[in-house]
């Protein structure tokens, strides 16, 4: 790792690259791989060209570009020339893009060909660059600003689950005291190979899967297009990475696809004395899936089902939590692949004092907050909601309600603001029911929310559900055209037999789909206490709209009762 003199990101290229030199720093999958020393050469001819067209320090640059080496090259050429980073996350759409730049008052902006058609609505006195142009150091001497630790690094927007994006300040400080902190969970080495399939919008990505790697001499590798199956299993083959990333959607899809149901299948695994080992062979199998190289795969950004966690902790799988907010840069408690514990983020980060407030006297829960040298600054142009965020004694309120054990282990209940309040006064928490709905084999996702009936799921079924069900009812169509062809002239007969048959079809199709939600609704309830019980379990017909995090945004499904309507709050 290299050793920082003034504890900012804009000297970080040139020192890596004096350490590193011609050892590999960025690369696309099978594509070009820049050195770092590249990536300093690249960086500051960026950052001349900014300074050169105009650009002073703190004035705001947006990035906006699918995740590759220039797009990290860019964000250091912007910091470099002692300006502020925009990075705006590719899924918004132009009218959410264009507010973005709007307040955040970005003079220009960095974007890649196949996401400049979303800018179409900014002023003609933004100026706009293609993130691929290459711009070389300049033959002219250019004047660099002096950049302190506790200048602003970067504007992180991010939507959330309350469809109001908030500008989140972040300091170079609060982004290396953070990835410097994180020795403590993992060292990267050298030799680490890196395969990045978040955002590097999203500060998850950014600084425990960028910035770490930057300042250790590690290899990141880029993918092309989205990571679904078909592109992520070939680059897992071609890479073999060593570290990743993920949101724990990424693993509960592999766990529940492939894994639960080969497991489920063997006569074996119903052993007591066999299952451990049949785990352990799972577990092998899995890391060969990845490369056969893994040795942290880090999971964050929602919590990992529960029944997914305990498979990988069995299967000896090196996965690593970690728990933070867009507001801490982000990593503010979590723990390596040695040190997991089930439901437990882990302690605090070397460095981030927690606290719980008000702790409730019997359970102990409450609401978490911290303190330390990642906290953000506050929100770009809102001091009202930034005074909202802080105690009165200086500590950042997570929103999140949560516990220690007695070991200093955090473990984390829901959000203050989704938790539901029982009848007689129970703290009920939404994402502990769903984590037990998504266990259902025949549930691809669900909700839960409070309605006039009491507390209901909103299931998503899998794909292979819903087409068993769709050809019930088509079944019967067809057993309806075979026999409306049979009865020839008897037309009024053979309507009213047609009618009935595809009535008796879809009435079939609609009994097996109740009896499929009612299934669910009563093993759910037979692993939660009476309070916390849901009272009916509705078919959800489309997947939820979810954040670029893939968090669903549960304000657009419901309200609790007697809220009244109005802006949610924040869910990060």
């Known amino acids: 790792m290299i050793t920082l003199k003034h504890f900012t990101m804009s000297e970080v290229p040139e020192l890596s690259a004096a350490k590193f030199g011609t050892r590999p720093a960025l690369s696309m999958v099978a594509g070009a791989v820049f050195s770092f020393r590249d990536v300093e050469r690249i960086s500051r001819g960026i950052a001349e060209f900014l300074i050169i067209q105009g650009i002073r320090k703190g004035d705001r640059v947006a990035l906006l570009a699918e995740n590759s080496p220039q797009w990290v090259m860019t964000w250091l050429g912007i910091v470099r020339a002692g300006a502020i980073v925009v990075p705006i996350l590719t899924d918004f759409i132009p009218s959410q893009i264009c507010n973005i730049i709007e307040h955040a008052e970005a003079y220009t902006v960095f974007v890649s060909d196949k996401l400049r058609g979303k800018l179409v609505d900014l002023p003609a006195s933004i100026a706009i660059h293609d993130i691929r142009e290459p711009h070389s150091p300049s033959d002219t001497a250019v004047s660099f600003p002096e950049i302190g630790p506790d200048d602003l690094a970067m504007i992180v927007y991010t939507s959330g689950t309350t469809g109001l994006s908030k500008g989140v300040m972040l300091t170079h ?9 994180c020795k403590t969970i993992i060292t990267l080495r050298r030799t680490d190979r890196l395969l990045s399939i978040l955002p590097l919008a999203h500060t998850y990505e950014f600084t425990i899967g960028t910035v770490i790697a930057l300042i250790s001499g590690s290899h990141i590798h880029y993918l092309d297009r989205p990571p679904s199956a078909t592109v992520l299993v070939p680059a897992l083959q071609v890479v073999k990475p060593t570290i990743m990333l993920s949101v724990p959607l990424v693993i509960e899809k592999i766990y529940r696809s492939s894994i639960k149901p080969t497991l489920d299948g063997m006569k074996l695994y119903q052993s007591a004395v066999f299952k451990p080992l049949i785990i352990l062979f799972a577990g092998i199998k899995l890391k060969k899936t990845f490369g056969g190289h893994m040795r942290f795969f880090g999971v964050g950004g929602a919590p990992l089902a529960a029944d997914v966690e305990e498979f990988l902790k069995k299967a000896h799988f090196p996965y690593a939590i970690g728990y933070g907010l867009t507001e801490t840069a982000p990593l503010i408690a979590g723990c390596g692949p040695r040190t997991t514990f089930l439901r437990s983020t882990g302690p605090a980060l070397k460095g981030v004092q927690l606290r719980i407030a008000d702790p409730h006297p019997d359970t102990h829960e409450g609401e978490i907050q911290a303190k330390g040298p990642n906290i953000y600054k506050g929100y770009w142009r809102d001091e009202a909601r930034t005074k909202e965020t802080f105690t009165g004694d200086g500590w950042f309120r997570t929103g999140d309600l949560g516990y220690f054990d007695a070991k200093g ?28 709905l998504n266990q259902a084999p025949e549930v691809a996702e669900s909700l ?4 006039e009936e009491g507390l209901t799921a909103l299931v998503y079924l899998k794909s292979e559900v819903i087409e068993n069900l769709e050809a019930r009812i088509q079944d019967g169509i067809d057993a309806a055209g075979d026999l409306s062809s049979r009865v020839g002239q008897a037309i009024a007969n053979a309507e009213k037999s047609v009618a009935g048959t595809v009535s008796h079809a879809v009435s079939d199709a609609e009994k097996a789909a109740e009896n499929i939600l009612e299934r669910i609704r009563r093993e759910t309830n037979s692993k939660l206490a009476g309070f916390s019980r849901i009272q009916k379990v509705k078919f959800h017909p489309e997947p939820f709209e979810k954040t670029p995090t893939q968090k669903i945004k549960r304000f657009l499904y419901g309200k609790k009762k007697g809220e009244n309507s109005g802006m949610p709050p924040q869910q990060t």
Do not use: C, Q
Request: no cysteine; glycine share 8%; aromatic share 4%.
């Open 409 to 436: 282990r955090l473990f984390i209940r829901g959000r203050s603001k989704t938790m539901i309040l029982g009848a007689s006064g129970e703290n009920i928490y939404p994402e502990e029911i769903e984590s037990i």
């Open 448 to 451: 839960v929310v409070e309605d």
């Open 173 to 181: 400080r609060n982004i290396l005291s953070n990835a410097t902190a």
